[in-house]
């Protein structure tokens, strides 16, 4: 024995009716919910401490932070010292110039920066010529 087919479409009808009524309600463009803003994080100053390590004991020697005079003399190695980094977000620049005495030979100079709650960040540069004056820049991601 057969259905009659109109009472067969209209149950059918009547079960996506009773289903699209609750899905509607759940996937309608009613807002609700309320929309959560992304924090952005302000530019904050992070301290940190700073190791500068040489082979050979320079003659001059500048470091300079955010046009601040960190080190001017260098008395041995390694040298360390607090300083407060600016924003860290997109990067610190650090400027640091040396001069060696006549007939040294060439020599590197590493710079180590440990901020707060970041990861330590190492650099070495080599001299030439009995000098060196450059700009690193540590960055954190």
Not at 27 to 38: C, D, F, M
Not at 60 to 83: G, H, N, V
């Amino acid at each position: 024995m057969r259905g009659f087919p109109p009472i067969q479409l209209f149950l059918l009808c009547l079960a996506f009716i009773v289903l699209a009524v609750p899905l509607s309600h759940l996937t309608g463009n009613t807002s609700n919910a309320k929309v959560i803003q992304p924090a952005v994080k302000e530019a904050q100053s992070v301290k940190a401490l700073l190791r500068l390590r040489f082979a050979h004991k320079p003659a001059t020697l500048s470091l300079k932070l955010a046009d601040k005079e960190l080190i001017t003399s260098a008395d041995a190695s390694p040298l360390e010292l607090d300083a407060v980094l600016p924003a860290t977000q997109e990067g610190v620049d650090v400027f640091l110039s040396a001069t060696w005495p006549e007939n040294t030979p060439d020599t590197a100079l590493t710079l180590e920066i440990e901020p707060d709650g970041l990861e330590a960040r190492s650099e070495t540069r080599w001299s030439s010529a009995g000098s060196l004056d450059e700009v690193i820049t540590f960055s954190w991601k």
